[in-house]
């Protein structure tokens, strides 16, 4: 899952989320939609990192590369 892209990520947590706001999953469905619901923020939250680290670097004039950006974190 780590290589979807965000758009599908975040259609993917909107379901997660109306399925588990409608209540009719069994507790155990529930379980597997929110731990994979949690995967997922994870994973969109680092792509949302890396696309802030690589702003920055090109606001910066390019002076510095992401690498260098990310190793100052």
Avoid: H, P, Y
Avoid at 23 to 39: H, I, N, P, R, V
């Amino acid at each position: 899952m780590a290589n979807k892209k965000f758009k599908t990520k975040m259609k993917r947590l909107e379901t997660i989320a109306g399925n588990l706001e409608n209540g009719d999953l069994e507790l155990e469905s529930a379980m597997a939609s929110f731990e994979e619901g949690m995967k997922l923020i994870a994973e969109c939250q680092k792509d949302l990192d890396q696309a802030e680290a690589r702003v920055m670097v090109l606001t910066e004039g390019g002076q510095r590369t992401l690498e260098e950006e990310l190793e100052d974190e």
